[in-house]
């Protein structure tokens, strides 16, 4: 199939730092590649992806201190789909809403996944207002807000199997939290969590401009005040397997509906159990009493730190094998593509050079 997947140009595809939507979108592009198909990417150019790129802006917008406002660049990629939709089987888009008013005419052929939460009271007429735009949810809870729309199924992420490796003995003492100081994340809930239990915290995460507030107000003297507390700040891909793959367990401690949690199944893939509260996506990701605890305060969670450290590590990582992988995901999203109503290419299998049959093939 030709496949156009467009990304958000906010962060570069996959991010350099965080960003989850961009690393989902690189993880479903090149596995879409890998299993034969011709896929197009509208990313920012400083990407990089096996696929065709197409650049619709010199550097992720984040990282660019002349960008001001965000939304002319992404006029200006929506402007180049416009002209070459007529071009792909398929049109993918990862970046909210901005495209639907565009697409009218080829809505049949295109796929929308929802990223972000949909609770907001802003999103409700809108979404009303363009019923009939083919949507995807990445968890099942993540509808729970909608109006009557025509979701054409729910896609849990996935990541490459090969990419954070199984750690069996993990070498640190410590618990994991990882991803964004927000109040949404409830930071605060780890390093209540950490005390009571007289256990490390490391601390790994980004610090938005938006919460810089909330970190200096709440989050940095709660962490200057135990000693048991580490703020390591915002790290790359290549040094999360380590951080998250000697900790003997991940906490995620959220307070918000949740739309997936993608630490969630990098933790699982490291072996390492997963505390979480139960918000949003978590009880349909997290197998409770297999890859992670189910939890709902802070004093449950104190309760059931051993019980999570004394899960079975390899049990963690075979759930993620069957769950959560980028194979699985892209294969989810393949049977979808098909079923589009404007999707007239007919397909049959494709084979990996071990023989094994997967994807599709365009066939005349």
Request: net charge neutral; with cysteine; glycine share 6%.
């Amino acid at each position: 199939m030709k496949i156009a997947q467009i990304a958000p140009l906010a962060e570069s595809v996959p991010p350099k730092l965080y960003g989850g939507t961009e690393r989902i979108v690189s993880y479903l592009t090149e596995e879409l590649v890998a299993q034969g198909h011709d896929v197009t990417l509208f990313a920012s150019a400083d990407s990089v992806s096996d696929a065709t790129l197409v650049p619709c802006s010199d550097v992720a917008l984040r990282l660019n201190p002349a960008v001001q406002d965000q939304l002319p660049h992404q006029l200006v990629m929506l402007e180049e789909i416009r002209r070459r939709a007529h071009e792909f089987d398929v049109l993918h888009f990862h970046i909210d809403l901005l495209h639907f008013p565009l697409i009218r005419d080829f809505a049949d052929r295109t796929l929308t996944t929802l990223h972000g939460r949909l609770d907001l009271p802003d999103l409700r007429p809108f979404y009303k207002t363009f019923a009939d735009i083919p949507l995807v949810s990445i968890s099942n809870d993540q509808r729970r807000p909608m109006p009557p729309v025509n979701w054409a199924g729910t896609v849990y992420h996935g990541i490459p199997a090969d990419l954070l490796p199984f750690t069996a003995k993990p070498q640190g003492n410590y618990l994991a939290f990882l991803g964004r100081i927000s109040p949404e994340k409830r930071p605060d809930r780890a390093i209540k969590i950490a005390a009571k239990l007289g256990i490390t915290l490391k601390i790994a995460a980004k610090i938005d401009n938006a919460d810089k507030a909330y970190w200096e107000a709440v989050i940095k003297p709660m962490v200057e005040s135990h000693s048991n507390v580490e703020f390591i700040g915002e790290i790359n891909e290549q040094q999360k397997a380590a951080f998250l793959g000697n900790a003997g367990a991940l906490l995620f401690p959220i307070d918000w509906p949740e739309p997936f949690g993608l630490v969630m199944i990098e933790a699982m893939a490291c072996g390492t159990p997963v505390i979480a509260f139960g918000c949003g996506s978590v009880p349909e990701v997290i197998d409770c009493g297999v890859s992670g605890i189910v939890v709902d305060s802070v004093t449950e969670a104190v309760e059931n730190v051993e019980w999570a450290l004394r899960l079975d590590r390899r049990k963690v990582r075979a759930t993620f094998e069957k769950r959560f992988t980028a194979e699985r995901m892209a294969r989810d999203y393949l049977n979808i593509y098909r079923k589009l109503p404007g999707v007239r290419t007919k397909a049959a299998p494709r084979r990996r050079s071990n023989g094994q049959a997967v994807g599709l093939q365009v066939v005349a």
